[in-house]
C-alpha cells in the first residue's frame, strides 16, 4: 500500500484568504486524485493529475503534481465559505488522512 | 443517471445483531470498494470486487462479508455487530479500464451505522 500523508490536518482561515494543503509520499504515483467532501455527505472527485509538474486549474482551485510524482499540492485562491470541507487526496489503492478546511465568513 | 446509491441513511443496531448495507450503481463500472470512515481516520478499505463474482479483503475485513452477484450491486453484510463498527459506511466504485480517469471513484452519499 502507497502511503499519503497530507499536511495540514486541520486549517481555519478568513474569507477572501488563500490557503494550500499539501499531498506527500515517498512513493512515485502514476496518477493521483484530490476529492472534497462536505459534512454528511460523501467524497466527490475533484481532479486528477497524471504528469510530472502538471497543473490543473478548476476555477479558484489549483492542484500541482510534482516533477517526480511523489507529491501534489492544492492551492485555494480568494477562499469563500462554499470551500469548507474535508479534502482527500488519493492514488491507485491508498487514501490520506484528509486535511479539513474551514472557512470563516 | 443516479449514479453510486445506497441504502439505508441511518441505522442502530444493537450489539449482536446483523444487517446488510445495500450498493446499487448505474455506470456500469467493473470495480466497487466499500469503506468505513471514523472521525479524524480518513477512509479504511474494508473490500473491493473487481467484477462481478470477484472480491477480495482491503485493509480492515474483520467482521464483515460481502458477495457481487451482478455488475450494480455490491451489499456489505455485518454479522454480529459490535461498537467497534459504529461508524460511516461508504460505498465507491471506478471503470478500471486505460486511461488517465481509471482510479477515479464515485461515491455514495454514506450510511451512518451506530452500534450500541
Known amino acids: 500500500t502507497q502511503l499519503l500523508e497530507q499536511s495540514p490536518q486541520f486549517l481555519s482561515i478568513q474569507e477572501g484568504e488563500n490557503l494550500t494543503v499539501y499531498c506527500n509520499s515517498s512513493?512515485?504515483?502514476?496518477?493521483l486524485q484530490w476529492y472534497r467532501q462536505e459534512p454528511g455527505e460523501g467524497p466527490v472527485l475533484l481532479v486528477t493529475v497524471v504528469t510530472g509538474g502538471e497543473v490543473k486549474k478548476l476555477k479558484r482551485l489549483t492542484f500541482q503534481f510534482g516533477d517526480a510524482r511523489k507529491d501534489s499540492s492544492l492551492h485555494i485562491t480568494a477562499a469563500q465559505t462554499g470551500d469548507t470541507g474535508l479534502y482527500l487526496c488519493?492514488?491507485?489503492?491508498?487514501f490520506g488522512a484528509g486535511t479539513t478546511v474551514t472557512v470563516r465568513a | 443517471n443516479a449514479g453510486v446509491t445506497q441504502t439505508p441513511k441511518f441505522r442502530i443496531l444493537k450489539i449482536g445483531q446483523s444487517m446488510t448495507l445495500q450498493c446499487t450503481q448505474d455506470?456500469?463500472?467493473?470495480?466497487m470498494y466499500w469503506y468505513r470512515q471514523d472521525p479524524g481516520m480518513g477512509l479504511k478499505l474494508i473490500y473491493y470486487?473487481?467484477?462481478?463474482?470477484?472480491?477480495d479483503k482491503g485493509e480492515v475485513p474483520n467482521g464483515y462479508n460481502v458477495s457481487r452477484s451482478t455488475t450494480e450491486d455490491f451489499p456489505l453484510r455485518l454479522e454480529l455487530a459490535a461498537p467497534s463498527q459504529t461508524s460511516v459506511y461508504f460505498c465507491a466504485s471506478s471503470y478500471m479500464g486505460q486511461g488517465r480517469f481509471r482510479y477515479e471513484q464515485y461515491f455514495g452519499p454514506g450510511t451512518r451505522l451506530t452500534v450500541t
Open positions: 470486487s473487481v467484477g462481478a463474482g470477484i472480491t
Open positions: 512513493s512515485v504515483f502514476s496518477s
Open positions: 455506470m456500469n463500472h467493473n470495480y
Open positions: 488519493a492514488g491507485p489503492s491508498s
